[in-house]
């Protein structure tokens, strides 16, 4: 079956680790996107990427860093700089076209700072 | 600078009855919008969306939603809800033109079903 899937579900840092939440989608879609879900402030964008070797910053990226080396892959790095890592990351794909703007999502990826 | 706001936090409904969540956006312009559902602990999944034309859109699992351009509104409802109704919703903007696929997100809203 065609989707996005995102590993780990669940996953435990201590302070000043840094640690990488992958996301792989065979969908053959040309963009890829990480959000942050915190409650009560819906979904705000992190990173995206709409090609191969290219990516671009959303509205929250200090701390984060991502790669896009091949098309079906877009692995996100919580990095130690980030201040307040705790949070529900969400990976999604979507066509690169005008005429779709649908996200498809993963299932999620739950990281704790302990 | 786009936004959208649902005033909604939580709602709860009685099984059977009407619902109807609320989403307010501010854009310059006719953008895309979205409603998408999430369960508990999962990704979120698209219910319905509006691009043009009819703006009274029809969307899976029984749900509608009507864009009103006069008052900047794309508000979700269902005639009956059901149990497995029970989620958080999220209404979305869009920008046309150059990144429409970077949506912009409200705060959701929890709806809670009572049998």
């Known amino acids: 079956d065609g989707g996005i899937t995102q590993s780990p579900k669940y996953l435990f840092r201590k302070e000043g680790q840094n640690v990488t939440l992958s996301c792989e989608q065979n969908l053959n879609h040309d963009a890829m996107y990480w959000y942050r879900q915190d409650p009560g402030q819906g979904l705000r964008l992190i990173y995206y990427s709409q090609i191969v070797n290219d990516f671009q910053k959303g509205d929250i990226a200090e701390g984060y860093s991502v790669s896009r080396e091949k098309k079906e892959s877009f692995p996100l790095t919580v990095t130690s700089a980030q201040k307040n890592p705790t949070a529900f990351y969400l990976c999604?794909?979507?066509?690169?076209?005008?005429?779709?703007?649908?996200?498809?999502f993963g299932e999620g990826s739950r990281l704790t700072v302990l | 600078a786009q936004s959208v706001t649902q005033p909604d936090i939580h709602i709860t409904v009685s099984e059977g009855a009407s619902l109807e969540l609320r989403c307010n956006y501010s854009?310059?312009?006719?953008?895309?919008l979205f409603w998408y559902v999430q369960s508990p602990g999962q990704g979120l999944q698209l219910l319905l969306k509006?691009?043009?034309?009819?703006?009274l859109v029809q969307g899976i699992k029984g749900f509608e939603a009507e864009f009103k351009r006069s008052q900047s509104s794309f508000n979700l409802r269902k005639p009956s809800v059901h149990w497995s109704d029970a989620a958080e919703y999220f209404c979305a903007v869009g920008r046309r033109g150059g990144g429409y696929n970077k949506l912009i997100f409200g705060a959701g809203t929890r709806l809670a079903v009572h049998p």
């Open positions: 999604a794909s979507s066509w690169d076209r005008e005429n779709t703007g649908e996200l498809f």
């Open positions: 854009y310059g312009a006719t953008p895309y």
């Open positions: 509006y691009f043009s034309g009819d703006t």
